[in-house]
């Protein structure tokens, strides 16, 4: 299989992220792209032109993180990203997460673009729906975090992660101290560290 992805999207290092903790990384080539040069490989893989991409063995190309997530939690049956038992909670924490994820990523492709992008309406929506993400992400029970973590562990860390390294600005570890202790916890695992933005 091959893995289109960078070292600065969230959305890639979800993928990464996964095929790591499903033990599938030997069975995975990782094909670092930048999506903006309009690489070929990447824009036959999908033809929108973003990562990440999996093109499975028999040359299916799967798009978008979550779809790939599900394609490998179907190749390994341990560990299980969505445990029955707590299915409901795992997809509210998943959909709270990816939520934060897509108006961070928005946020900061937009000031790349345009300096006044964050005084636009849009700008402005995106700005209060990450602020009113965190709040809700952590207003959620946080516990004890499993050695293995599920799908909505593993996207939620990685936006709030996501947002420390692209809108530290934000700073809302010291507003939430229990959900960035969470957070703490999450990423100083194996998989997080090794897949850390740089």
């Known amino acids: 299989?091959?893995?289109y992805l960078n070292a600065t999207s969230p959305f890639a290092r979800v993928a990464r992220i996964i095929a790591l903790e499903k033990g599938l990384q030997d069975q995975l080539e990782l094909c670092w792209?930048?999506?903006w040069s309009n690489d070929p490989a990447l824009l036959q893989a999908n033809p929108v032109g973003?990562?990440?991409v999996l093109v499975t063995d028999d040359g299916c190309?799967?798009?978008e993180s979550l779809l790939i997530a599900q394609y490998l939690d179907s190749l390994a049956p341990v560990p299980q990203l969505l445990p029955p038992a707590e299915l409901a909670a795992v997809l509210q924490r998943t959909g709270l997460g990816y939520g934060l994820m897509e108006a961070a990523f928005t946020t900061v492709i937009g000031r790349k673009h345009?300096?006044?992008a964050d005084q636009t309406v849009l700008g402005q929506r995106r700005l209060h729906a990450i602020?009113?993400?965190i709040q809700a992400l952590a207003a959620l029970p946080q516990g004890d975090q499993q050695q293995t973590p599920d799908l909505g562990t593993?996207?939620?860390a990685v936006a709030l992660d996501?947002?420390?390294f692209r809108l530290p600005e934000i700073a809302w570890q010291s507003r939430y101290p229990a959900l960035a202790a969470w957070h703490q916890r999450i990423i100083a695992q194996a998989h997080f560290t090794e897949t850390a933005f740089n």
């Open 33 to 35: 792209s930048d999506p």
């Open 114 to 116: 345009d300096a006044k």
């Open 61 to 63: 190309a799967i798009a």
């Open 50 to 52: 973003r990562i990440p």
């Open 154 to 156: 593993i996207v939620t």
């Open 131 to 133: 602020g009113r993400s």
């Open 1 to 3: 299989m091959k893995l």
């Open 162 to 164: 996501y947002v420390l």
